[in-house]
């Protein structure tokens, strides 16, 4: 079981991890709003690339701070570590190395192995 001095370390890593997130979402954004169409067909084409590559980061990007709030909110209401899957503990070894886990190895591993038979 995790400890709350651990919970709290971790908490800690989840708020910078936030902030970081969040400042370079506002920082891309601004990117977008100070790009202009100019250039040839090559130049507009790579631009678009550039623009499309930005975009897949930027959801990428707003989908951990999604998981980070989420993880956060459990944290605020004492139910962090536990597996939303079987209710066990999460390993404290997979909360550290991905502190916004919801699910422990086994209930994540049989998730994708579902989810890869859908796909």
Known sequence: MISDQQIETIRLQLVEQLNETEQRLEQDSQ???DKEDSG???DR??????QQLQLNRRQHDLAHVK???DAL???EEQDYGFCEGCGEDISVARLNARPESRYCIDCQDYRERKNSQYA
């Open 73 to 75: 909110r459990r944290i």
């Open 45 to 50: 084409a790579n631009q678009e690339e550039s």
């Open 40 to 42: 040839d067909d090559v």
């Open 67 to 69: 998981s980070i709030k």
């Open 31 to 33: 990117l977008f709003k």
